[in-house]
């Protein structure tokens, strides 16, 4: 505990830091300015700091962060920080509060999974992404969930997902578990998040906007991918694998990146191989979670058995990582759940054990390496994609080793 306070402080303190050089935020301050003075197309590009950055969220986060685009610039970067650092303490807290009744070597797990998620909640920090306060209250949603307690677990689940859309694939974890009550409170809040900001701009208004954050961020998703940050999802690794990707359309001049094909397929080929993997992952991951909860002679000790829930949803949220149309490498933040809860549950397990400490060397130790050269050739080589599907087995081989000594037991 005082070494996840000290932790924290270091954190805080680093905002001197962090604080000069955020993008993100400077993308979210630019949009409340401009809604501030009275702006209402939130999806032009020049309604934040041009079209690679630009605002890319529904309408009511902006109507959720204005009021911090009134104060100057450098005090709002700095209570920012202080958000972030308040969600990094609220993920910590909400996992090591679902693992509390649980007896393991919490010095050996913390310490292997702040080793494996520190380079991308560093580079959470340093871009001012929404992505920490959102993982928080992912993690602190799913927590309360699996605790029942339903609305406020749905109100957090709602506006992580309202905000960022992938979330919405953990969810039919719920269906399968037959939380029905949950979900429905989780729809009915992302609709009122939805048609609350028909407050300020009106119901036709507001239903405009929404079909231009579809068309813009959904429809048109392949401009943000070719000019966004290399994507770490499936469809981004095969794409560099099995397509010629030209860098050269990035419209903010930066291209130097190398190729790393091994073949020239059409993109349109290559994404259906990604569509039809993507399902077969998803179909996967959601029969293997029935079978446990369908299983005619599993006890309420069994189905309701924490660690195995974690597993679950680590499950999902690594699913969630390599599916998704997009991953940046910030999302991977949200490796923090199924990486404490492969140790919760298998730490005692050498077979799990020795991956995943060698996962966590590989992890930090790649973004010490020198160059910046070094650095692009990692992201597109997708390091970072073998990473998630190593926790990804991880979680996998710690599911069916535990399922095998439970009916052994």
Known sequence: MWLIAAGLAVVTLLG???????????????????????????????FARGPVMDYRYLPIFILVFAPLSLVPYPVAAWIWHLLDVAAIAVAVASL???????????????????????????????????????????????????????LPAA??????????????????????????????????IAAGLILLPSLRFGL?????????????????Q????????????????????????DYTKRVDGDHRYAAVNIAALPTATIDRVWLALSACVLAAGFVLIRRRTSSPGATTEEQSDVRRDALEIGLLICTMLLVGPLTYRIYLIALLWPVVAVGVAGWNDAAVRRPLMLVAAVSAALPLLPGRTVQRFLLVLGVDFYVTCAILGLVLVTLARWNGLRRAA
Request: glycine share 6%.
């Open 204 to 220: 036709a208004g507001n239903r405009e906007l929404v079909q231009r954050w579809y068309d813009h961020i959904i429809a048109g």
């Open 16 to 46: 001197v830091v962090f604080v000069r050089n955020f993008t993100d935020f400077a993308v979210y301050y630019a949009a409340g300015r401009s809604l501030q003075s009275g702006r209402t197309d939130l999806y032009a590009p020049e």
């Open 222 to 245: 392949e401009f943000h991918e070719t000019n966004g940050p290399i994507n770490q999802s499936l469809k981004g690794q095969l794409r560099r694998m099995f397509t010629v990707v």
């Open 155 to 188: 109100a957090l689940l709602a506006f992580a997902t309202t905000v960022k859309i992938i979330p919405a694939l953990i969810l039919p974890y719920f269906a399968i578990r037959r939380r029905f009550l949950l979900l429905g409170l989780i729809a009915i």
């Open 96 to 150: 090591a509060s679902l693992f509390a009744g649980c007896s393991y070597n919490r010095a050996a797990v913390w310490g292997t999974a702040f080793l494996i998620v520190v380079p991308y909640t560093a580079m959470a920090l340093d871009y001012g992404n929404v992505q920490l306060i959102i993982t928080a209250m992912t993690f602190a949603g799913l927590c309360l969930a699996l605790r029942r307690r339903e």
